[in-house]
Protein backbone atom coordinates (compact mmCIF):
# COMPACT_ATOMS: atom_id res chain seq x y z
CA UNK A 1 0.00 0.00 0.00
CA UNK A 2 1.72 3.02 -1.20
CA UNK A 3 -0.48 6.10 -0.98
CA UNK A 4 -3.47 6.47 2.00
CA UNK A 5 -5.63 8.29 -0.67
CA UNK A 6 -7.06 7.58 -3.77
CA UNK A 7 -9.92 9.83 -4.08
CA UNK A 8 -12.01 6.98 -5.54
CA UNK A 9 -14.29 7.44 -2.53
CA UNK A 10 -14.72 11.00 -2.83
CA UNK A 11 -18.58 10.48 -4.64
CA UNK A 12 -20.12 8.57 -1.66
CA UNK A 13 -18.99 5.04 -2.74
CA UNK A 14 -16.18 2.10 -1.89
CA UNK A 15 -15.13 -0.56 -3.42
CA UNK A 16 -15.41 -4.06 -1.68
CA UNK A 17 -13.64 -6.98 -2.51
CA UNK A 18 -13.49 -7.96 -6.21
CA UNK A 19 -14.65 -4.48 -7.07
CA UNK A 20 -18.05 -3.60 -6.76
CA UNK A 21 -18.85 -0.23 -5.66
CA UNK A 22 -21.39 0.14 -3.00
CA UNK A 23 -22.65 3.49 -1.39
CA UNK A 24 -20.71 4.55 2.00
CA UNK A 25 -24.37 4.10 3.67
CA UNK A 26 -24.55 0.56 3.02
CA UNK A 27 -25.57 -2.00 5.51
CA UNK A 28 -22.36 -3.56 4.58
CA UNK A 29 -20.11 -0.44 5.24
CA UNK A 30 -21.54 0.49 8.06
CA UNK A 31 -20.89 -3.75 10.03
CA UNK A 32 -17.66 -3.44 8.90
CA UNK A 33 -17.20 0.04 10.25
CA UNK A 34 -18.86 -0.82 13.52
CA UNK A 35 -16.73 -3.95 13.73
CA UNK A 36 -13.74 -1.84 12.86
CA UNK A 37 -14.86 0.58 15.65
CA UNK A 38 -14.80 -1.89 17.94
CA UNK A 39 -11.27 -3.07 16.96
CA UNK A 40 -9.49 0.40 17.68
CA UNK A 41 -11.03 0.61 21.21
CA UNK A 42 -9.31 -3.09 21.80
CA UNK A 43 -6.28 -1.78 20.51
CA UNK A 44 -6.72 1.20 23.22
CA UNK A 45 -7.34 -1.08 25.83
CA UNK A 46 -4.16 -3.31 25.16
CA UNK A 47 -2.03 -0.36 24.84
CA UNK A 48 -2.14 0.61 28.40
CA UNK A 49 -2.91 -2.48 29.92
CA UNK A 50 -1.22 -4.20 32.77
CA UNK A 51 -2.33 -7.52 32.61
CA UNK A 52 -0.11 -9.21 30.13
CA UNK A 53 -2.21 -12.27 29.95
CA UNK A 54 -5.84 -10.47 28.88
CA UNK A 55 -3.63 -7.99 26.89
CA UNK A 56 -2.06 -11.33 24.15
CA UNK A 57 -5.85 -12.27 24.53
CA UNK A 58 -6.88 -9.12 22.87
CA UNK A 59 -4.34 -9.09 20.02
CA UNK A 60 -5.65 -12.85 19.05
CA UNK A 61 -9.40 -10.89 19.01
CA UNK A 62 -7.93 -8.65 17.16
CA UNK A 63 -6.73 -10.34 14.68
CA UNK A 64 -9.81 -11.89 14.74
CA UNK A 65 -12.03 -8.92 14.20
CA UNK A 66 -9.82 -8.16 11.32
CA UNK A 67 -10.30 -11.27 9.64
CA UNK A 68 -14.50 -10.63 10.15
CA UNK A 69 -14.35 -7.58 8.51
CA UNK A 70 -12.56 -8.68 5.51
CA UNK A 71 -15.21 -11.50 5.27
CA UNK A 72 -17.87 -8.83 5.45
CA UNK A 73 -16.30 -6.87 2.58
CA UNK A 74 -16.56 -9.66 0.59
CA UNK A 75 -19.89 -9.41 -1.02
CA UNK A 76 -19.78 -13.07 -2.59
CA UNK A 77 -22.30 -15.02 -1.20
CA UNK A 78 -20.91 -18.26 -2.49
CA UNK A 79 -17.43 -18.20 -1.15
CA UNK A 80 -17.00 -20.49 2.08
CA UNK A 81 -17.13 -18.96 5.56
CA UNK A 82 -13.54 -17.93 6.96
CA UNK A 83 -14.43 -17.48 10.36
CA UNK A 84 -15.24 -20.99 11.74
CA UNK A 85 -16.57 -22.40 15.10
CA UNK A 86 -13.16 -22.86 16.03
CA UNK A 87 -13.23 -18.79 16.55
CA UNK A 88 -16.34 -18.98 18.54
CA UNK A 89 -14.89 -22.09 20.75
CA UNK A 90 -11.76 -20.17 21.65
CA UNK A 91 -14.05 -16.94 22.90
CA UNK A 92 -15.74 -19.85 25.23
CA UNK A 93 -12.80 -20.86 26.64
CA UNK A 94 -11.70 -17.58 27.29
CA UNK A 95 -14.81 -17.22 29.56
CA UNK A 96 -15.09 -20.82 30.99
CA UNK A 97 -11.27 -20.06 32.04
CA UNK A 98 -11.83 -16.13 32.84
CA UNK A 99 -15.29 -16.38 34.90
CA UNK A 100 -13.16 -18.92 37.76
CA UNK A 101 -11.41 -15.60 38.78
CA UNK A 102 -14.74 -14.04 39.57
CA UNK A 103 -17.11 -13.65 42.16
CA UNK A 104 -20.75 -14.83 40.70
CA UNK A 105 -22.82 -11.75 40.26
CA UNK A 106 -25.87 -11.61 42.61
CA UNK A 107 -26.68 -7.95 40.61
CA UNK A 108 -26.16 -5.62 37.83
CA UNK A 109 -23.44 -3.48 37.76
CA UNK A 110 -22.70 -0.06 36.32
CA UNK A 111 -19.70 0.17 33.67
CA UNK A 112 -16.45 2.17 35.37
CA UNK A 113 -13.70 1.57 37.36
CA UNK A 114 -10.37 1.40 36.07
CA UNK A 115 -9.95 3.26 33.01
CA UNK A 116 -9.31 -0.11 30.79
CA UNK A 117 -12.19 -1.46 32.89
CA UNK A 118 -14.50 1.38 32.11
CA UNK A 119 -12.89 1.19 28.37
CA UNK A 120 -13.71 -2.82 28.36
CA UNK A 121 -17.66 -1.77 28.75
CA UNK A 122 -17.60 0.63 26.44
CA UNK A 123 -15.93 -2.10 23.75
CA UNK A 124 -18.88 -4.25 25.05
CA UNK A 125 -21.47 -1.82 24.26
CA UNK A 126 -20.07 -1.31 20.71
CA UNK A 127 -20.08 -5.05 19.99
CA UNK A 128 -23.56 -5.43 21.17
CA UNK A 129 -24.22 -2.86 18.63
CA UNK A 130 -22.17 -4.89 15.68
CA UNK A 131 -24.25 -7.49 16.54
CA UNK A 132 -26.96 -5.58 15.74
CA UNK A 133 -25.50 -4.31 12.32
CA UNK A 134 -24.81 -8.14 11.68
CA UNK A 135 -28.38 -8.78 12.06
CA UNK A 136 -29.55 -6.27 9.84
CA UNK A 137 -27.30 -7.31 7.19
CA UNK A 138 -28.09 -10.74 7.34
CA UNK A 139 -31.89 -9.64 6.45
CA UNK A 140 -30.31 -8.57 3.21
CA UNK A 141 -27.75 -10.86 2.33
CA UNK A 142 -25.68 -14.26 3.41
CA UNK A 143 -23.65 -13.80 6.50
CA UNK A 144 -21.92 -16.61 7.56
CA UNK A 145 -23.73 -17.31 11.56
CA UNK A 146 -20.09 -18.48 12.80
CA UNK A 147 -19.50 -14.18 12.64
CA UNK A 148 -23.02 -13.56 15.30
CA UNK A 149 -22.07 -16.28 17.28
CA UNK A 150 -18.56 -14.62 17.66
CA UNK A 151 -19.73 -11.15 17.95
CA UNK A 152 -22.17 -12.60 20.68
CA UNK A 153 -19.64 -14.03 22.72
CA UNK A 154 -17.28 -11.39 22.76
CA UNK A 155 -19.22 -9.05 24.09
CA UNK A 156 -19.35 -12.03 26.94
CA UNK A 157 -15.77 -11.88 27.53
CA UNK A 158 -15.71 -8.27 27.08
CA UNK A 159 -17.96 -7.91 30.42
CA UNK A 160 -15.69 -10.66 32.17
CA UNK A 161 -12.68 -8.48 31.03
CA UNK A 162 -14.13 -5.23 32.93
CA UNK A 163 -14.74 -7.25 36.01
CA UNK A 164 -11.55 -8.84 35.43
CA UNK A 165 -9.33 -5.89 35.17
CA UNK A 166 -11.16 -4.04 37.80
CA UNK A 167 -10.80 -6.76 40.46
CA UNK A 168 -7.14 -7.52 39.75
CA UNK A 169 -6.94 -3.39 40.20
CA UNK A 170 -8.46 -3.35 43.39
CA UNK A 171 -11.69 -1.73 42.12
CA UNK A 172 -14.72 -2.65 43.44
CA UNK A 173 -17.99 -2.78 41.88
CA UNK A 174 -20.73 -0.33 41.70
CA UNK A 175 -24.45 -1.46 41.23
CA UNK A 176 -27.16 0.86 40.84
CA UNK A 177 -28.95 2.41 43.32
CA UNK A 178 -33.06 1.76 42.51
Do not use: W
Not at 54 to 66: A, G, S, V
Not at 117 to 125: M, P, Q, V
Amino acid sequence: MNGIYSKKGDNMETELFGGQKIFKSSQRIETYGTMDELNSILGVVASDLKHNDIKDEILEIQNHLHIICAEIANPDEKKEGIVKEDYVTYLEKLCDKHTQELEPLKKFILPGGTAAGATLHFARTVARRAEREIVRLSTMSTVNPEILKYINRLADLLFIFSRLVNKREGKPETSPKY
